[in-house]
Protein backbone atom coordinates (compact mmCIF):
# COMPACT_ATOMS: atom_id res chain seq x y z
CA UNK A 1 0.00 0.00 0.00
CA UNK A 2 1.33 3.41 -1.01
CA UNK A 3 0.31 6.18 1.11
CA UNK A 4 0.55 10.60 0.28
CA UNK A 5 1.39 12.65 2.89
CA UNK A 6 -0.16 15.86 3.18
CA UNK A 7 3.08 18.04 0.92
CA UNK A 8 1.90 15.71 -2.14
CA UNK A 9 -0.37 16.21 -4.72
CA UNK A 10 -3.86 13.14 -4.97
CA UNK A 11 -4.04 11.82 -8.58
CA UNK A 12 -6.98 9.92 -7.26
CA UNK A 13 -10.40 10.73 -5.92
CA UNK A 14 -13.34 9.34 -4.87
CA UNK A 15 -16.39 11.47 -5.84
CA UNK A 16 -20.05 11.35 -4.13
CA UNK A 17 -23.20 12.50 -5.92
CA UNK A 18 -26.78 12.38 -4.51
CA UNK A 19 -29.70 11.58 -7.01
CA UNK A 20 -33.58 11.66 -6.19
CA UNK A 21 -34.59 8.28 -8.19
CA UNK A 22 -33.43 5.33 -10.46
CA UNK A 23 -33.16 7.56 -13.59
CA UNK A 24 -31.72 9.80 -13.31
CA UNK A 25 -28.88 7.85 -11.43
CA UNK A 26 -28.78 5.75 -14.37
CA UNK A 27 -28.06 8.16 -16.88
CA UNK A 28 -25.51 9.85 -14.56
CA UNK A 29 -23.36 6.64 -14.14
CA UNK A 30 -24.02 5.51 -17.59
CA UNK A 31 -22.61 9.06 -19.21
CA UNK A 32 -19.19 9.53 -17.08
CA UNK A 33 -18.51 5.74 -17.85
CA UNK A 34 -18.93 5.83 -21.64
CA UNK A 35 -17.24 9.14 -21.74
CA UNK A 36 -14.21 7.51 -19.76
CA UNK A 37 -14.20 10.07 -17.01
CA UNK A 38 -14.69 7.41 -14.03
CA UNK A 39 -13.86 3.48 -13.98
CA UNK A 40 -16.80 2.48 -11.96
CA UNK A 41 -20.04 3.84 -10.07
CA UNK A 42 -21.20 2.24 -7.34
CA UNK A 43 -25.29 2.93 -6.78
CA UNK A 44 -26.24 2.90 -3.24
CA UNK A 45 -30.03 2.27 -3.23
CA UNK A 46 -31.92 4.50 -0.98
CA UNK A 47 -30.62 7.27 1.83
CA UNK A 48 -32.23 9.20 3.93
CA UNK A 49 -30.91 12.75 3.42
CA UNK A 50 -31.98 15.53 6.04
CA UNK A 51 -30.52 19.04 4.62
CA UNK A 52 -31.40 22.75 5.01
CA UNK A 53 -32.66 24.34 1.72
CA UNK A 54 -34.23 27.41 1.23
CA UNK A 55 -33.84 28.13 4.84
CA UNK A 56 -36.38 25.13 5.62
CA UNK A 57 -35.70 21.53 7.03
CA UNK A 58 -35.98 18.87 4.02
CA UNK A 59 -36.13 14.93 4.26
CA UNK A 60 -35.85 13.29 1.54
CA UNK A 61 -35.03 10.05 0.18
CA UNK A 62 -32.29 10.06 -2.55
CA UNK A 63 -29.60 7.31 -4.01
CA UNK A 64 -25.78 8.07 -3.53
CA UNK A 65 -22.82 7.56 -6.47
CA UNK A 66 -19.48 6.65 -5.45
CA UNK A 67 -17.12 7.47 -8.52
CA UNK A 68 -13.46 6.31 -8.85
CA UNK A 69 -11.35 8.65 -11.00
CA UNK A 70 -7.93 10.76 -11.10
CA UNK A 71 -8.31 14.12 -9.31
CA UNK A 72 -7.79 15.70 -13.10
CA UNK A 73 -10.94 14.63 -14.46
CA UNK A 74 -13.03 16.77 -11.46
CA UNK A 75 -14.14 19.49 -13.60
CA UNK A 76 -15.27 17.93 -16.56
CA UNK A 77 -17.27 15.41 -14.41
CA UNK A 78 -19.12 18.55 -12.09
CA UNK A 79 -19.95 19.45 -15.75
CA UNK A 80 -21.43 16.31 -16.92
CA UNK A 81 -23.08 15.80 -13.97
CA UNK A 82 -24.62 19.53 -13.40
CA UNK A 83 -25.43 18.90 -17.25
CA UNK A 84 -27.38 15.64 -16.74
CA UNK A 85 -28.77 16.15 -12.96
CA UNK A 86 -32.16 17.29 -12.02
CA UNK A 87 -31.31 19.20 -9.02
CA UNK A 88 -30.00 22.76 -9.02
CA UNK A 89 -27.05 22.09 -6.69
CA UNK A 90 -26.30 18.65 -6.73
CA UNK A 91 -23.94 17.26 -4.19
CA UNK A 92 -20.18 16.58 -6.27
CA UNK A 93 -17.86 15.61 -3.16
CA UNK A 94 -14.33 14.49 -4.44
CA UNK A 95 -12.44 12.75 -1.46
CA UNK A 96 -8.74 11.84 -2.17
CA UNK A 97 -7.84 8.22 -2.08
CA UNK A 98 -4.88 8.41 -0.14
CA UNK A 99 -3.75 4.34 0.49
CA UNK A 100 -5.12 2.05 -2.27
CA UNK A 101 -3.89 -1.47 -3.55
CA UNK A 102 -1.73 -1.01 -7.13
CA UNK A 103 -3.63 -3.70 -8.76
CA UNK A 104 -6.48 -1.38 -8.47
CA UNK A 105 -5.27 2.03 -9.52
CA UNK A 106 -3.93 0.10 -12.64
CA UNK A 107 -7.47 -0.98 -12.96
CA UNK A 108 -8.82 2.62 -12.96
CA UNK A 109 -6.05 3.70 -15.72
CA UNK A 110 -7.16 1.18 -17.82
CA UNK A 111 -10.61 1.97 -17.95
CA UNK A 112 -9.70 5.20 -18.13
CA UNK A 113 -7.88 4.55 -21.08
CA UNK A 114 -4.90 5.89 -19.34
CA UNK A 115 -2.78 2.99 -19.88
CA UNK A 116 -2.98 -0.36 -21.89
CA UNK A 117 -1.97 -2.86 -19.15
CA UNK A 118 -0.75 -6.46 -19.11
CA UNK A 119 -1.98 -8.08 -16.42
CA UNK A 120 -0.73 -11.00 -16.63
CA UNK A 121 2.85 -10.05 -16.94
CA UNK A 122 2.35 -7.19 -14.67
CA UNK A 123 3.69 -4.83 -17.12
CA UNK A 124 2.38 -1.74 -18.67
CA UNK A 125 2.72 -1.49 -22.48
CA UNK A 126 1.33 1.83 -23.38
CA UNK A 127 0.44 4.74 -20.97
CA UNK A 128 -0.84 8.09 -21.74
CA UNK A 129 1.70 11.42 -21.32
CA UNK A 130 -0.33 13.09 -18.59
CA UNK A 131 0.84 16.47 -20.07
CA UNK A 132 -1.24 15.94 -23.16
CA UNK A 133 -4.44 16.07 -20.67
CA UNK A 134 -5.96 18.52 -19.10
CA UNK A 135 -4.72 18.26 -15.37
CA UNK A 136 -6.24 19.05 -11.65
CA UNK A 137 -4.36 18.52 -8.87
CA UNK A 138 -5.82 18.96 -5.37
CA UNK A 139 -3.21 19.91 -3.11
CA UNK A 140 -4.35 18.65 1.01
Known amino acids: MKEYSTRKYI ?5 SITCPNIESADKISTALVNRKLVSCVQITDTIK ?9 EKNHELIL ?3 TRARYFLTIEKTVKDLHPYTTPEIIALPII ?5 YLRWIDESLGLKTVDFENNTVIKEENESDTQKTKIKI
Open 11 to 15: KYVQI
Open 49 to 57: SVYLWNWKI
Open 66 to 68: TAK
Open 99 to 103: KWSNE
